[in-house]
């Protein structure tokens, strides 16, 4: 019955090897295994001989790798559909279309432009479309449609709207030159003006361009919504230059809404963007020296910076466009900013226009200054960070960095870290001799550069980021490469980062290597040093609680109509109680016994079995555990309602006599605990296996040492389970402290599946919890000089790069390069 289910009739194997998958509901187990370590019988009550246990030792991360990462992703899957519900530029155009006519949305494409005789002789000069070109070709392929389309559903609906109105309507909107005068003057962006103020003035305008041009309200409305549609095919289109008579047309016409100025911010934005993108590079990770690689067109070219620079004629053109630019987008924002509240578009439009033209500092000022109005995400001040760094601005980084994280919508990412590190690096500011940076400590530094200030700032990174790409890895490394000069050899943009197992580097030599991590000892070839087993602190284990109490009473709200009378949350802090209050020895195993008892029971008579927890609480007794079993109330019952079997329905169950036996068993040695009636049992193993345990523990440490030749090493008690926990990974923990709690206290089990009482083999396999974190940290090498270990992306979960700046700071003679 169970050949088809365990893995060669539900034994552990001795073929298995370091890596290995010793179950078949998870894919952990990266340690190399012990197996036939048998233990002096507990004297067991029934007349069997003791499970012959099997340990596999080692970090078996692969699990929990999968899980944190998942969720990462589900958290990046919601930041993305929150950043396109925020920033679509024309999600308003989308979700409340004009009308219902598709030919709104196919858009034809534009006749292609005459030409003349000369033109056609020089294939190779391009003439430029003016803006109003732009403009007049979307307007000429819409307003027909647009107006035609609302004087007919006007019709419909019997409202005043003639042929006649609709076409004035249609002239104007393709009329080049201006048709009424503005009776204001738009605010500077100096200048303030309430909004009671411009709407005033607003109204005025709107009433002399009504008049003006023998308009009603009707053909008015049309005028703007006509105008809003070309705005948005403009973005669609990608043609910015529009922006500019766009822009002159709802000054004249005294148009407010919020929609369209945004949208008009957004093409501005755009096209400030387009034209300094010819002119600079802006992207500061494609830069040929330093970064991961630029453009393949410019590396056959010899790199960038064999580029043709314009002359000083065309810099001065462009810089007079770019003013241009920069002062209608301004006077945009401004406007908008007048009438409507900031939000963080129109701030980040602004931003990237700043930064387009190489204002850092402008940009930052701006920042700080609206900094109380809207919560800025990352990407709103990624740009102006990479710009310091640009501009080797190392004191306005930091400090702006540290303005950063007074948002709490401000999360930090594994790219923006290593753009940091990477960009102070290539400046050379963590090398030993490096200067202070200015101000950096009045933000709280210890240090002010050199080594020092690298491990202050991966210490910030450690609490955020579980790991970096392959591609960071790379970048970091040619950073460091560059800020050493001579201590390490730049890869090029088509190379890659290759292991370094075979050599380790001497102390006093700069290290930034990509490594392989032994599997048993945490064992860095390259450096020598160990890496360690990272405990929750008390902050994650509370947040731990609290996320289970949350979910517990969240789950028994959704499922019992708060029908129950016992409150979740209330539950689960008297479980903790008596864990805590409790005498005699201290538990040192919490078993997930729904988790056990259904163990590999998908055959025809297969269901709920109390003899598998009766076998894994033997083997664990054995082996020097105390272990405690966590079990929903019905299965302390004589009968209850059960699924599983081959046929998955669900049918009743009642327990015969020796199952009886070894549940009073349980009970009696306080080996079980069963949950109240209503409530998942989930969050009780979890809070379990971080209980405090204050009485039974006496204070102490339960953790076993390395050296204990009986017990296998780490944190007690440990949480035995199968379970891969996907229901509540997302809601307990940040990826960083559900990685931590999962290394720390998971251990799998492997054995053979009962038939009722019948057990045909005597073998169980652990899989123990890790040896050594996989995460960011920092060990010490002899010398007490500093080596830091990132985890790297990859389908290996042994593969790291490593970071040391050597015992006696760098030495340009002696060159070690990668």
């Known amino acids: 019955n169970n050949s088809n289910n365990s893995n060669n009739n539900g034994s552990v194997q001795p073929s298995f090897q370091p890596g290995g998958n010793n179950n078949n509901n998870n894919n952990r187990g990266n340690g190399g295994v012990f197996h036939g370590l048998e233990r002096p019988s507990p004297q067991p009550s029934s007349s069997s001989p003791p499970p012959t246990v099997n340990l596999q030792f080692g970090v078996r991360d692969a699990a929990a790798q999968r899980v944190a990462r998942g969720a990462d992703q589900q958290q990046g899957k919601k930041n993305a559909h929150r950043s396109l519900r925020e920033l679509g530029p024309i999600a308003d155009w989308v979700r409340t279309p004009p009308s219902s006519s598709e030919d709104i949305f196919q858009i034809p494409a534009p006749p292609p432009p005459s030409t003349t005789p000369s033109e056609e002789e020089d294939d190779d000069d391009t003439v430029e479309k003016s803006p109003y070109d732009s403009y007049w070709e979307l307007a000429d392929q819409h307003t027909d449609v647009t107006v035609n389309k609302r004087w007919a559903d006007a019709h419909k609906k019997k409202k005043s709207v003639s042929p006649e109105q609709a076409e004035s309507v249609e002239t104007y909107l393709k009329q080049e030159e201006i048709a009424v005068p503005l009776q204001y003057e738009v605010p500077s962006n100096d200048a303030t003006m309430q909004k009671e103020e411009l709407l005033q003035v607003l109204d005025t305008q709107k009433t002399k361009f009504m008049s003006d041009m023998n308009f009603d309200d009707k053909q008015y409305e049309l005028t ?113 900013d007048a009438l409507h509240e900031h939000t963080e578009q129109t701030i980040q439009t602004r931003v990237r226009m700043m930064v387009s033209r190489g204002k850092a500092m402008e940009a930052d000022a701006l920042l700080r200054k609206l900094g109380h109005t809207a919560d800025y995400h990352l990407r709103v001040f990624t740009p102006v960070i990479r710009l310091h760094i640009e501009q080797e601005n190392a004191s306005q980084v930091l400090s702006l960095y540290d ?197 590999m029971q998908n055959f025809d008579d297969g269901g709920f079995n109390l003899h598998q927890i009766k076998f894994v609480v033997d083997a664990l007794e054995t082996m020097g555990e105390n272990p405690l079993v966590i079990l929903p109330a019905k299965y302390g019952n004589d009968r209850f309602m059960v699924s599983g079997g081959g046929d998955g329905v669900s049918k009743r169950k009642q327990y015969t006599n020796a199952e009886k036996q070894i549940r009073r068993e349980l009970q009696e040695k306080e080996r079980v605990y069963f949950v109240p009636p209503g409530l998942l049992d989930d969050y009780y193993w979890i809070c379990g296996s971080v209980a405090k345990q204050s009485v039974s523990s006496r204070g102490e440490d339960l953790s076993v040492p390395t050296d204990d030749p009986k017990r296998w090493p780490g944190a007690r008690p440990v949480l035995i389970s199968n379970d891969q926990m996907r229901d509540h990974k997302l809601g307990m923990l940040e990826p960083m402290g559900f990685r931590r709690w999962y290394s720390n206290f998971i251990v799998n089990y492997n054995f053979g599946a009962f038939v009722g009482a019948k057990k045909f083999h005597n073998d169980i396999g652990f899989s123990t919890a890790d040896f050594f974190s996989r995460e960011i940290q920092v060990a010490h090498g002899e010398n007490g000089e500093s080596v830091w270990h990132f985890p790297v992306e990859s389908s290996r979960a042994d593969e790291w790069f490593c970071v040391r700046f050597g015992s006696k700071g760098p030495k340009k003679e002696e060159s070690e390069s990668n």
């Open 224 to 336: 703007a919504k006509a105008l809003f549609i070309i705005c948005n095919m403009s973005a669609k289109k990608n043609a910015p230059e529009t922006v500019t008579v766009l822009w002159q047309k709802v000054k004249e016409a005294g148009i407010a809404g919020k929609d369209i100025l945004r949208q008009l911010l957004h093409l501005g934005g755009s096209l400030s963007i387009a034209n300094q993108r010819a002119k600079r590079e802006l992207s500061y990770q494609s830069s040929y020296e330093g970064g991961s690689g630029s453009a393949i067109l410019d590396m056959l070219d010899g790199g960038l910076e064999k580029k043709k620079k314009p002359d000083d004629e065309e810099d001065e053109e462009e810089d007079e466009e770019g003013a241009r630019i920069a002062s209608l987008v301004d006077e945009i924002a401004t406007y908008y």
């Open 403 to 599: 303005y950063m994280k007074n948002f709490p919508t401000v999360h930090f990412d594994s790219d923006f870290y290593i753009q940091l590190l990477a960009g102070l690096s290539e400046n050379g500011c963590f090398r030993q001799d490096a200067p202070p940076i200015e101000g950096a400590d009045s933000l709280g530094f210890s240090h002010s550069s050199g080594p020092g200030l690298f491990g202050e700032l991966v210490d910030e990174m450690e609490e955020k980021i579980i790991e970096i790409s392959q591609t960071n890895a790379k970048r970091l490394y040619n950073a460091l490469a560059k800020g050493m000069e001579a201590e390490l050899r730049p890869l090029g943009p088509l190379e890659v980062l290759k292991l370094e197992n075979s050599e380790a580097a001497r102390d006093h030599k700069v290290v930034a290597s990509r490594v392989q991590i032994d599997h048993e000892t945490g064992h860095c070839p390259r450096t020598g040093v160990d890496l360690q087993l990272k405990q929750l602190t008390e902050e994650q284990r509370e947040k731990l609680i609290v996320g289970c109490r949350e979910l517990a009473l969240e789950a028994q709200n959704k499922w019992t109509q708060h029908q129950n009378p016992e409150k979740a949350d209330e539950a689960i802090d008297r479980f903790l109680a008596w864990m805590d209050q409790r005498e005699g020895e201290p538990y040192t195993a919490i078993v997930d016994g729904a988790n056990v008892a259904y163990y």
